[in-house]
T-cell receptor, first 115, second 113 residues
Framework: DTAVSQTPKYLVTQMGNDKSIKCEQN?????MYWYKQDSKKFLKIMFS???????INETVPNRFSPKSPDKAHLNLHINSLELGDSAVYFC??????????????FGEGSRLTVL | AQSVTQLDSHVSVSEGTPVLLRCNYS??????LFWYVQHPNKGLQLLLK??????LVKGINGFEAEFKKSETSFHLTKPSAHMSDAAEYFC???????????FGKGTKLSVIP
């Protein structure tokens, strides 16, 4: 059983299009995250939700909109895609009840290529 | 506030020789510290974590790390490198009770046959 699953794994699209990436976790965690990994492998946090409430919202263009319909799902919608949005997007989950000691569990990543 | 500095962006070792990947951290609160490994085109996998118990932490695949508060360091070591260890390694810090985890910029480990 995959603990954190993301779809799609690969996404190739044209500039200006709108796309979504979905994430689901079956670990019973209450906190989920989106990270962006650029070509230099640097991981930047974008958003985090705890029990469907947005708790981290880093400096990200408002073309990016997360949605958490329930605590097991966190989706990422991107409007008007730009070349600079090309990256690997990772979803992760964590048990926040561990008071900062819990580790992140990552999905396999979604590689977005904007042409 | 918290931060992580991985002191080497690239480390190259010969197969069978020791591995040392260096990490310094800064945290206002009692930190939890983690090391993750990312193989090419894969997600991130936890190697080990420190959460204020034993300062010497053993992880998977023969890796271990030592928490040194006086030096604010959490270096990752392995006695003998294997070809399969070639990957990107990330040091991560989380403050007590914090939702935020801060990643270092990563260290690429190359293993020479």
């Amino acid at each position: 059983d995959t603990a954190v699953s993301q779809t799609p794994k690969y996404l190739v699209t044209q500039m200006g299009n709108d796309k979504s990436i979905k994430c689901e976790q079956n670990l019973g965690h209450d906190t989920m995250y989106w990270y962006k990994q650029d070509s230099k492998k640097f991981l930047k946090i974008m958003f985090s939700y705890n029990n469907k409430e947005l708790i981290i919202n880093e400096t990200v263009p408002n073309r990016f909109s997360p949605k958490s319909p329930d605590k097991a799902h966190l989706n990422l919608h991107i409007n008007s895609l730009e070349l600079g949005d090309s990256a690997v997007y990772f979803c992760a989950s964590r048990d926040a009840g561990t008071r900062g000691t819990g580790e992140l569990f990552f999905g396999e990543g979604s590689r977005l290529t904007v042409l | 506030a918290q931060s992580v500095t991985q002191l080497d962006s690239h480390v190259s070792v010969s197969e069978g020789t020791p591995v040392l990947l260096r990490c310094n951290y800064s945290s206002s609160y009692s930190p939890s510290l983690f090391w993750y490994v990312q193989h090419p085109n894969k997600g991130l996998q936890l190697l080990l974590k420190y959460t204020s118990a034993a300062t010497l932490v053993k992880g998977i695949n023969g890796f271990e790390a030592e928490f040194k508060k006086s030096e604010t360091s959490f270096h990752l070591t392995k006695p003998s490198a294997h070809m399969s260890d070639a990957a990107e390694y990330f040091c991560v810090v989380s403050g007590a009770g914090s939702y935020q985890l801060t990643f270092g910029k990563g260290t690429k480990l190359s293993v020479i046959p």
